[in-house]
């Protein structure tokens, strides 16, 4: 066997020894500040990743490193409270074994959500953002032997996020009197916030959003033939100039992100229950 599938596989198999026999339907990745959406997952299982064999520990501010397996909006789901990336030091393999592992357990739809910096000038923090599309400048996580037991080698990339999920979040949004935009998300490595020249560039070529995240799950998820739908929360606005009142800020990213959790995890659980 495939060592990648073998670790994959294990750690699923583990997983899955916690949470039981009822498969989940959806997957849920709970970005920087945005972990509190796992509370409102009923008869909640968590399973600490530091227990689960293979997985890495997720470092970065504001990740508290669960599976969450429970039920939301009447379906089963699993969430991971906090996501690994490729600036902790991990591979890409790494990165994304959390996606694949749930992939293992069954799920058909793969929510994402993530605390992005804003270089489109019409939006503000606090706001929702419908992630579109992506520009990846992040390493693809499919690079290396094609893992056939899961997808192609070259799967299309034409409507990474679900353009029916959308719809659904668009037409939820509305009810709930949401501020609610839709852009485009630009991954980097980071783990450094951008330059000025830098964000000017992106904005350029058609960035809305700015994050060091997301993409290499949604590249993966979509291998799986996993459905996908994005949305970030603006939690700063990306400085254009050279100018000390507008640094950027890590702790200032959860708080902001804290703020909105509770209008990202309502939109979420409607949707969840519309499936």
Do not use: W
Request: aromatic residues 8%.
């Amino acid at each position: 066997m495939d060592n990648r599938i073998y670790r994959i596989q294990t750690a699923a198999d583990f997983v899955k020894s916690r949470i039981g026999a009822e498969a989940p339907v959806v997957g849920i990745v709970l970005g920087s500040g945005l972990g509190r959406l796992a509370e409102k997952i009923e008869d909640p299982v968590t399973i600490p990743y530091k227990e689960v064999p293979e997985l890495p520990i997720s470092t970065a501010v504001g990740h508290k490193g669960n599976f969450i397996y429970g039920k939301l909006g009447g379906k089963f789901v699993i969430a991971m409270q906090g996501r690994f990336h490729y600036y902790e030091g991990y591979s890409m393999e790494q990165v994304t074994m959390g996606i694949r592992v749930m992939s293992k357990l069954g799920i058909k739809f793969l929510f994402v959500s993530n605390a992005a910096g804003a270089c489109n000038i019409d939006y503000e923090v606090g706001d929702l953002v419908i992630i579109k599309d992506h520009i990846n400048l992040l390493p693809n996580p499919l690079i290396g032997p094609n893992m056939d037991d899961f997808g192609p080698r070259f799967p299309d990339m034409t409507c990474p996020y679900d353009l029916e999920l959308i719809s659904k979040a668009e037409s939820l949004a509305l009810e709930m009197d949401l501020r609610m935009h839709k852009g485009v998300y630009l991954g980097s490595t980071g783990p450094t916030y951008e330059t000025p020249a830098e964000v000017r560039y992106f904005r350029t070529i058609g960035a809305d959003l700015l994050g060091m995240s997301t993409i290499p799950e949604v590249i993966v998820a979509r291998h799986c033939g996993i459905r996908v739908f994005g949305m970030s929360v603006v939690t700063n606005l990306s400085n254009t100039r050279n100018i000390e009142r507008n640094l950027n800020d890590g702790d200032d990213v959860v708080i902001q992100a804290n703020l909105a959790a509770d209008r990202m995890s309502e939109l979420f659980s409607r949707m969840i229950s519309s499936l």
